[in-house]
C-alpha cells in the first residue's frame, strides 16, 4: 500500500496568516497518463469531508482561491494564504493512483 | 443537484448482521464509481472499496477484503455496505462517496451512516 505522511499533524494560526501542510507519498503518485492523482479534504466538526484540491493543484467548485495545492511525484503541500475562522477542521491528503487508495492521517488546524 | 443520502445510524449487538444504504440522485448511477469510507471514533479515514454500478465491478481494500460486502442495486440507484457478523470494532462512522472516475477523487459525500456494535 502506499503510505501518505502528512506535516505536521496539528497547527495553530492566527487569523489572515498563512498555513501550510505536507503530504508526503511512500510512491510516486505520477501516472501512466501524466496525471498526478492527489486530492486534498477538509472534514469540519460533525461534517462528511469535503473535496477541495483534485489532481495536486486544480480548486473544487466553490473552494475560495485561498486555498492553494502544489507538488509532484511524492511531495505535495497544500497552502491556505490567509487563514480564516472557518478553515478550521481536519485536513487529509489521499492518493488513488494505486489500489487500496489511501489517506494520510490528518491534520488538525486550529485558531489561535 | 447531486445528492447522497445515507440511511441512519445503528445499533447492533456482536455476530448480528447488517446493511447499510446509500440513495444517490441526481446523476447518471452506473456511470460512475461508490466508494466506501470509514471513520473509527476520533479517527482518520480509511479508504474501504469502490463499486461501479455499471457493471458491478468491486475493489476492496485488503483491509477490509471478506469483512464487509459490498453492493449496488441499479433499479433504485443505492449502494449497500454490509456485513454478515459484527464487531465491536466495527464502530464506526461509515461514508459512501461519489468517485467520478477509477482514478479520480471523492467529489460528493454522504452525510454518513453510525454504527455502534455493542454488546
Known amino acids: 500500500d502506499i503510505v501518505m505522511t502528512q506535516t505536521p499533524l496539528s497547527l495553530s494560526v492566527t487569523p489572515g496568516q498563512p498555513a501550510s501542510i505536507s503530504c508526503r507519498s511512500s510512491q510516486s503518485l505520477l501516472h501512466i497518463n501524466g496525471k498526478t492523482y492527489l486530492y486534498w479534504y477538509l472534514q469540519k466538526a460533525g461534517q462528511p469531508p469535503q473535496l477541495l484540491i483534485y489532481?495536486?493543484?486544480n480548486r473544487f467548485s466553490g473552494v475560495p482561491d485561498r486555498f492553494s495545492g502544489s507538488g509532484s511525484t511524492t511531495d505535495f503541500t497544500l497552502k491556505i494564504s490567509r487563514v480564516e475562522a472557518e478553515d478550521v477542521g481536519v485536513y487529509y491528503c489521499?492518493?488513488?493512483?494505486?489500489?487500496?487508495?489511501?489517506f494520510g492521517q490528518g491534520t488538525k488546524l486550529e485558531i489561535k | 443537484e447531486v445528492q447522497l443520502v445515507q440511511s441512519g445510524a445503528e445499533v447492533k449487538k456482536p455476530g448480528e448482521s447488517l446493511k447499510i444504504s446509500c440513495k444517490t440522485s441526481g446523476y447518471s448511477f452506473t456511470s460512475l464509481w461508490i466508494a466506501w469510507v470509514r471513520q473509527m471514533p476520533g479517527k482518520g479515514l480509511e479508504w474501504m472499496g469502490i463499486i461501479y454500478p455499471g457493471d458491478s465491478d468491486i475493489r476492496y481494500s485488503p483491509s477490509f477484503q471478506g469483512q464487509v460486502t459490498i453492493s449496488a442495486d441499479k433499479s433504485i440507484t443505492t449502494a449497500y455496505l454490509q456485513w454478515s457478523s459484527l464487531k465491536t470494532s466495527d464502530t464506526a462512522m461509515y461514508y459512501c462517496?461519489?468517485?467520478?472516475?477509477?482514478?479520480?477523487?471523492?467529489?460528493?459525500w454522504g452525510k454518513g451512516t453510525t454504527v455502534t456494535v455493542s454488546s
Open positions: 489532481e495536486v493543484s
Open positions: 489521499m492518493q488513488t493512483v494505486q489500489l487500496p487508495y489511501t
Open positions: 462517496a461519489r468517485q467520478a472516475g477509477y482514478n479520480y477523487g471523492l467529489d460528493v
